[in-house]
């Protein structure tokens, strides 16, 4: 079961704007993000990332979870057999991919699909327009290396563009100090968020994640960092 959407936008879900704190790596870190309203945790499977966690230690995190909390689990261009197989031992409720893999690769898979798309000088919110209506994008700061968590934003013009078509969800250099601006700005589905609220990379900061979830309940009910119910479509 899982809270992340497979259609297209519904007026009721413009209610609230949901938070994923992603690159979780410590128990410790998933039970105060939830505490304070989180609606899903990121786990990277990348071992490139700084904030890489093995899919066992991940295990763990994923059991302290409450229930309606999603686990996502974010890969970058691995073998969609391996993608599977963590999916299955978490067990995750959505899959993000965030390198250059097709999504028509990992149609099979029973968990929601989130495509990370890097917002470039030359974007057009258009071209989303081809990727399915089931798949929810996620908009990041474009980075070939790093693949996110990198704390640039981007363009929130474009952001809310692509916001108005389809559900987004909003990442990239958000913090206690922007977040409440871009919410009000972009209105996307969900928001994003990892190094504005770390000590350092992987390690969450118990300060900067109530600063955050503060400001953005301070922006008014429409954006309450409120954990939704679980649902399927």
Known sequence: M???PRTEVRDADAALTRVKVCGIRRIQDAVLATDLGASAVGLVFWPESPRFIDPYRARAVAAALPPGVTPVGVFVDQPV?????????????????????SIASFIRLTQRLIKAVPVTESFEATALDLVPPFVTVLLDAHDPVRRGGTGRTIDWGVAAAVAARRRTILSGGLTAMNVGEAVARVRPYMIDVSSGVESRPGVKDPVKLREFFAALA???PKTKALRPETTRD
Do not use: D, K
């Open 2 to 4: 899982s809270s992340l």
């Open 81 to 101: 057999e391996f993608v599977m197989g963590v999916a299955r031992l978490i067990p995750l409720g959505a899959v993000q991919l965030h390198g250059s893999e």
């Open 218 to 220: 301070a922006v008014g």
